[in-house]
């Protein structure tokens, strides 16, 4: 059983910048960042597959979150610029049992989580 763990969620002001991370317990796999806001169904928000030479990113952060992979850490970031008010929500690492060319988006893909980290913008 691989444990994720994410950390570094906060309040940011509105067009501020905030990173987050997760970390495995073990191994390189694909990898992935989702979000939940209140009353919300949980969406995707960016994937990596596991040599970072695969990413994808939802339309509403593109050009604004960078997803990348510490190899040596076992480690995920988000880094978060120009953060929305609407980019408030909890956000969860996941990890895949796969090494594959291309990073999936879907959470039905992944098949271990961190418990979340909250992320709030405040005006």
């Known amino acids: 059983q691989v444990q994720v763990t994410e950390s570094g969620g906060g309040t940011a002001e509105a067009e501020g910048s905030l990173t987050i991370s997760c970390r495995l317990s073990?191994?390189?796999?694909?990898m992935a960042w989702f979000r939940q806001a209140p009353g919300k169904q949980r969406e995707e928000v960016a994937c990596?597959?596991?040599?970072?030479?695969?990413?994808r990113y939802v339309d509403s952060v593109k050009g604004r979150f960078t997803i990348s992979r510490e190899f040596g850490q076992r480690t995920l970031l988000l880094q978060m610029t120009g953060l929305k008010f609407e980019d408030t929500g909890m956000y969860y690492c996941?990890?895949?049992?796969?090494?594959?060319?291309?990073?999936?988006?879907?959470?039905?893909?992944?098949?271990?989580w961190g418990q979340g980290t909250q992320v709030t913008v405040s005006s």
């Open positions: 073990t191994g390189d796999y694909d």
């Open positions: 990596i597959n596991w040599n970072g030479e695969s990413r």
């Open positions: 996941a990890a895949r049992n796969m090494r594959e060319k291309w990073c999936k988006l879907s959470p039905s893909e992944y098949h271990w």
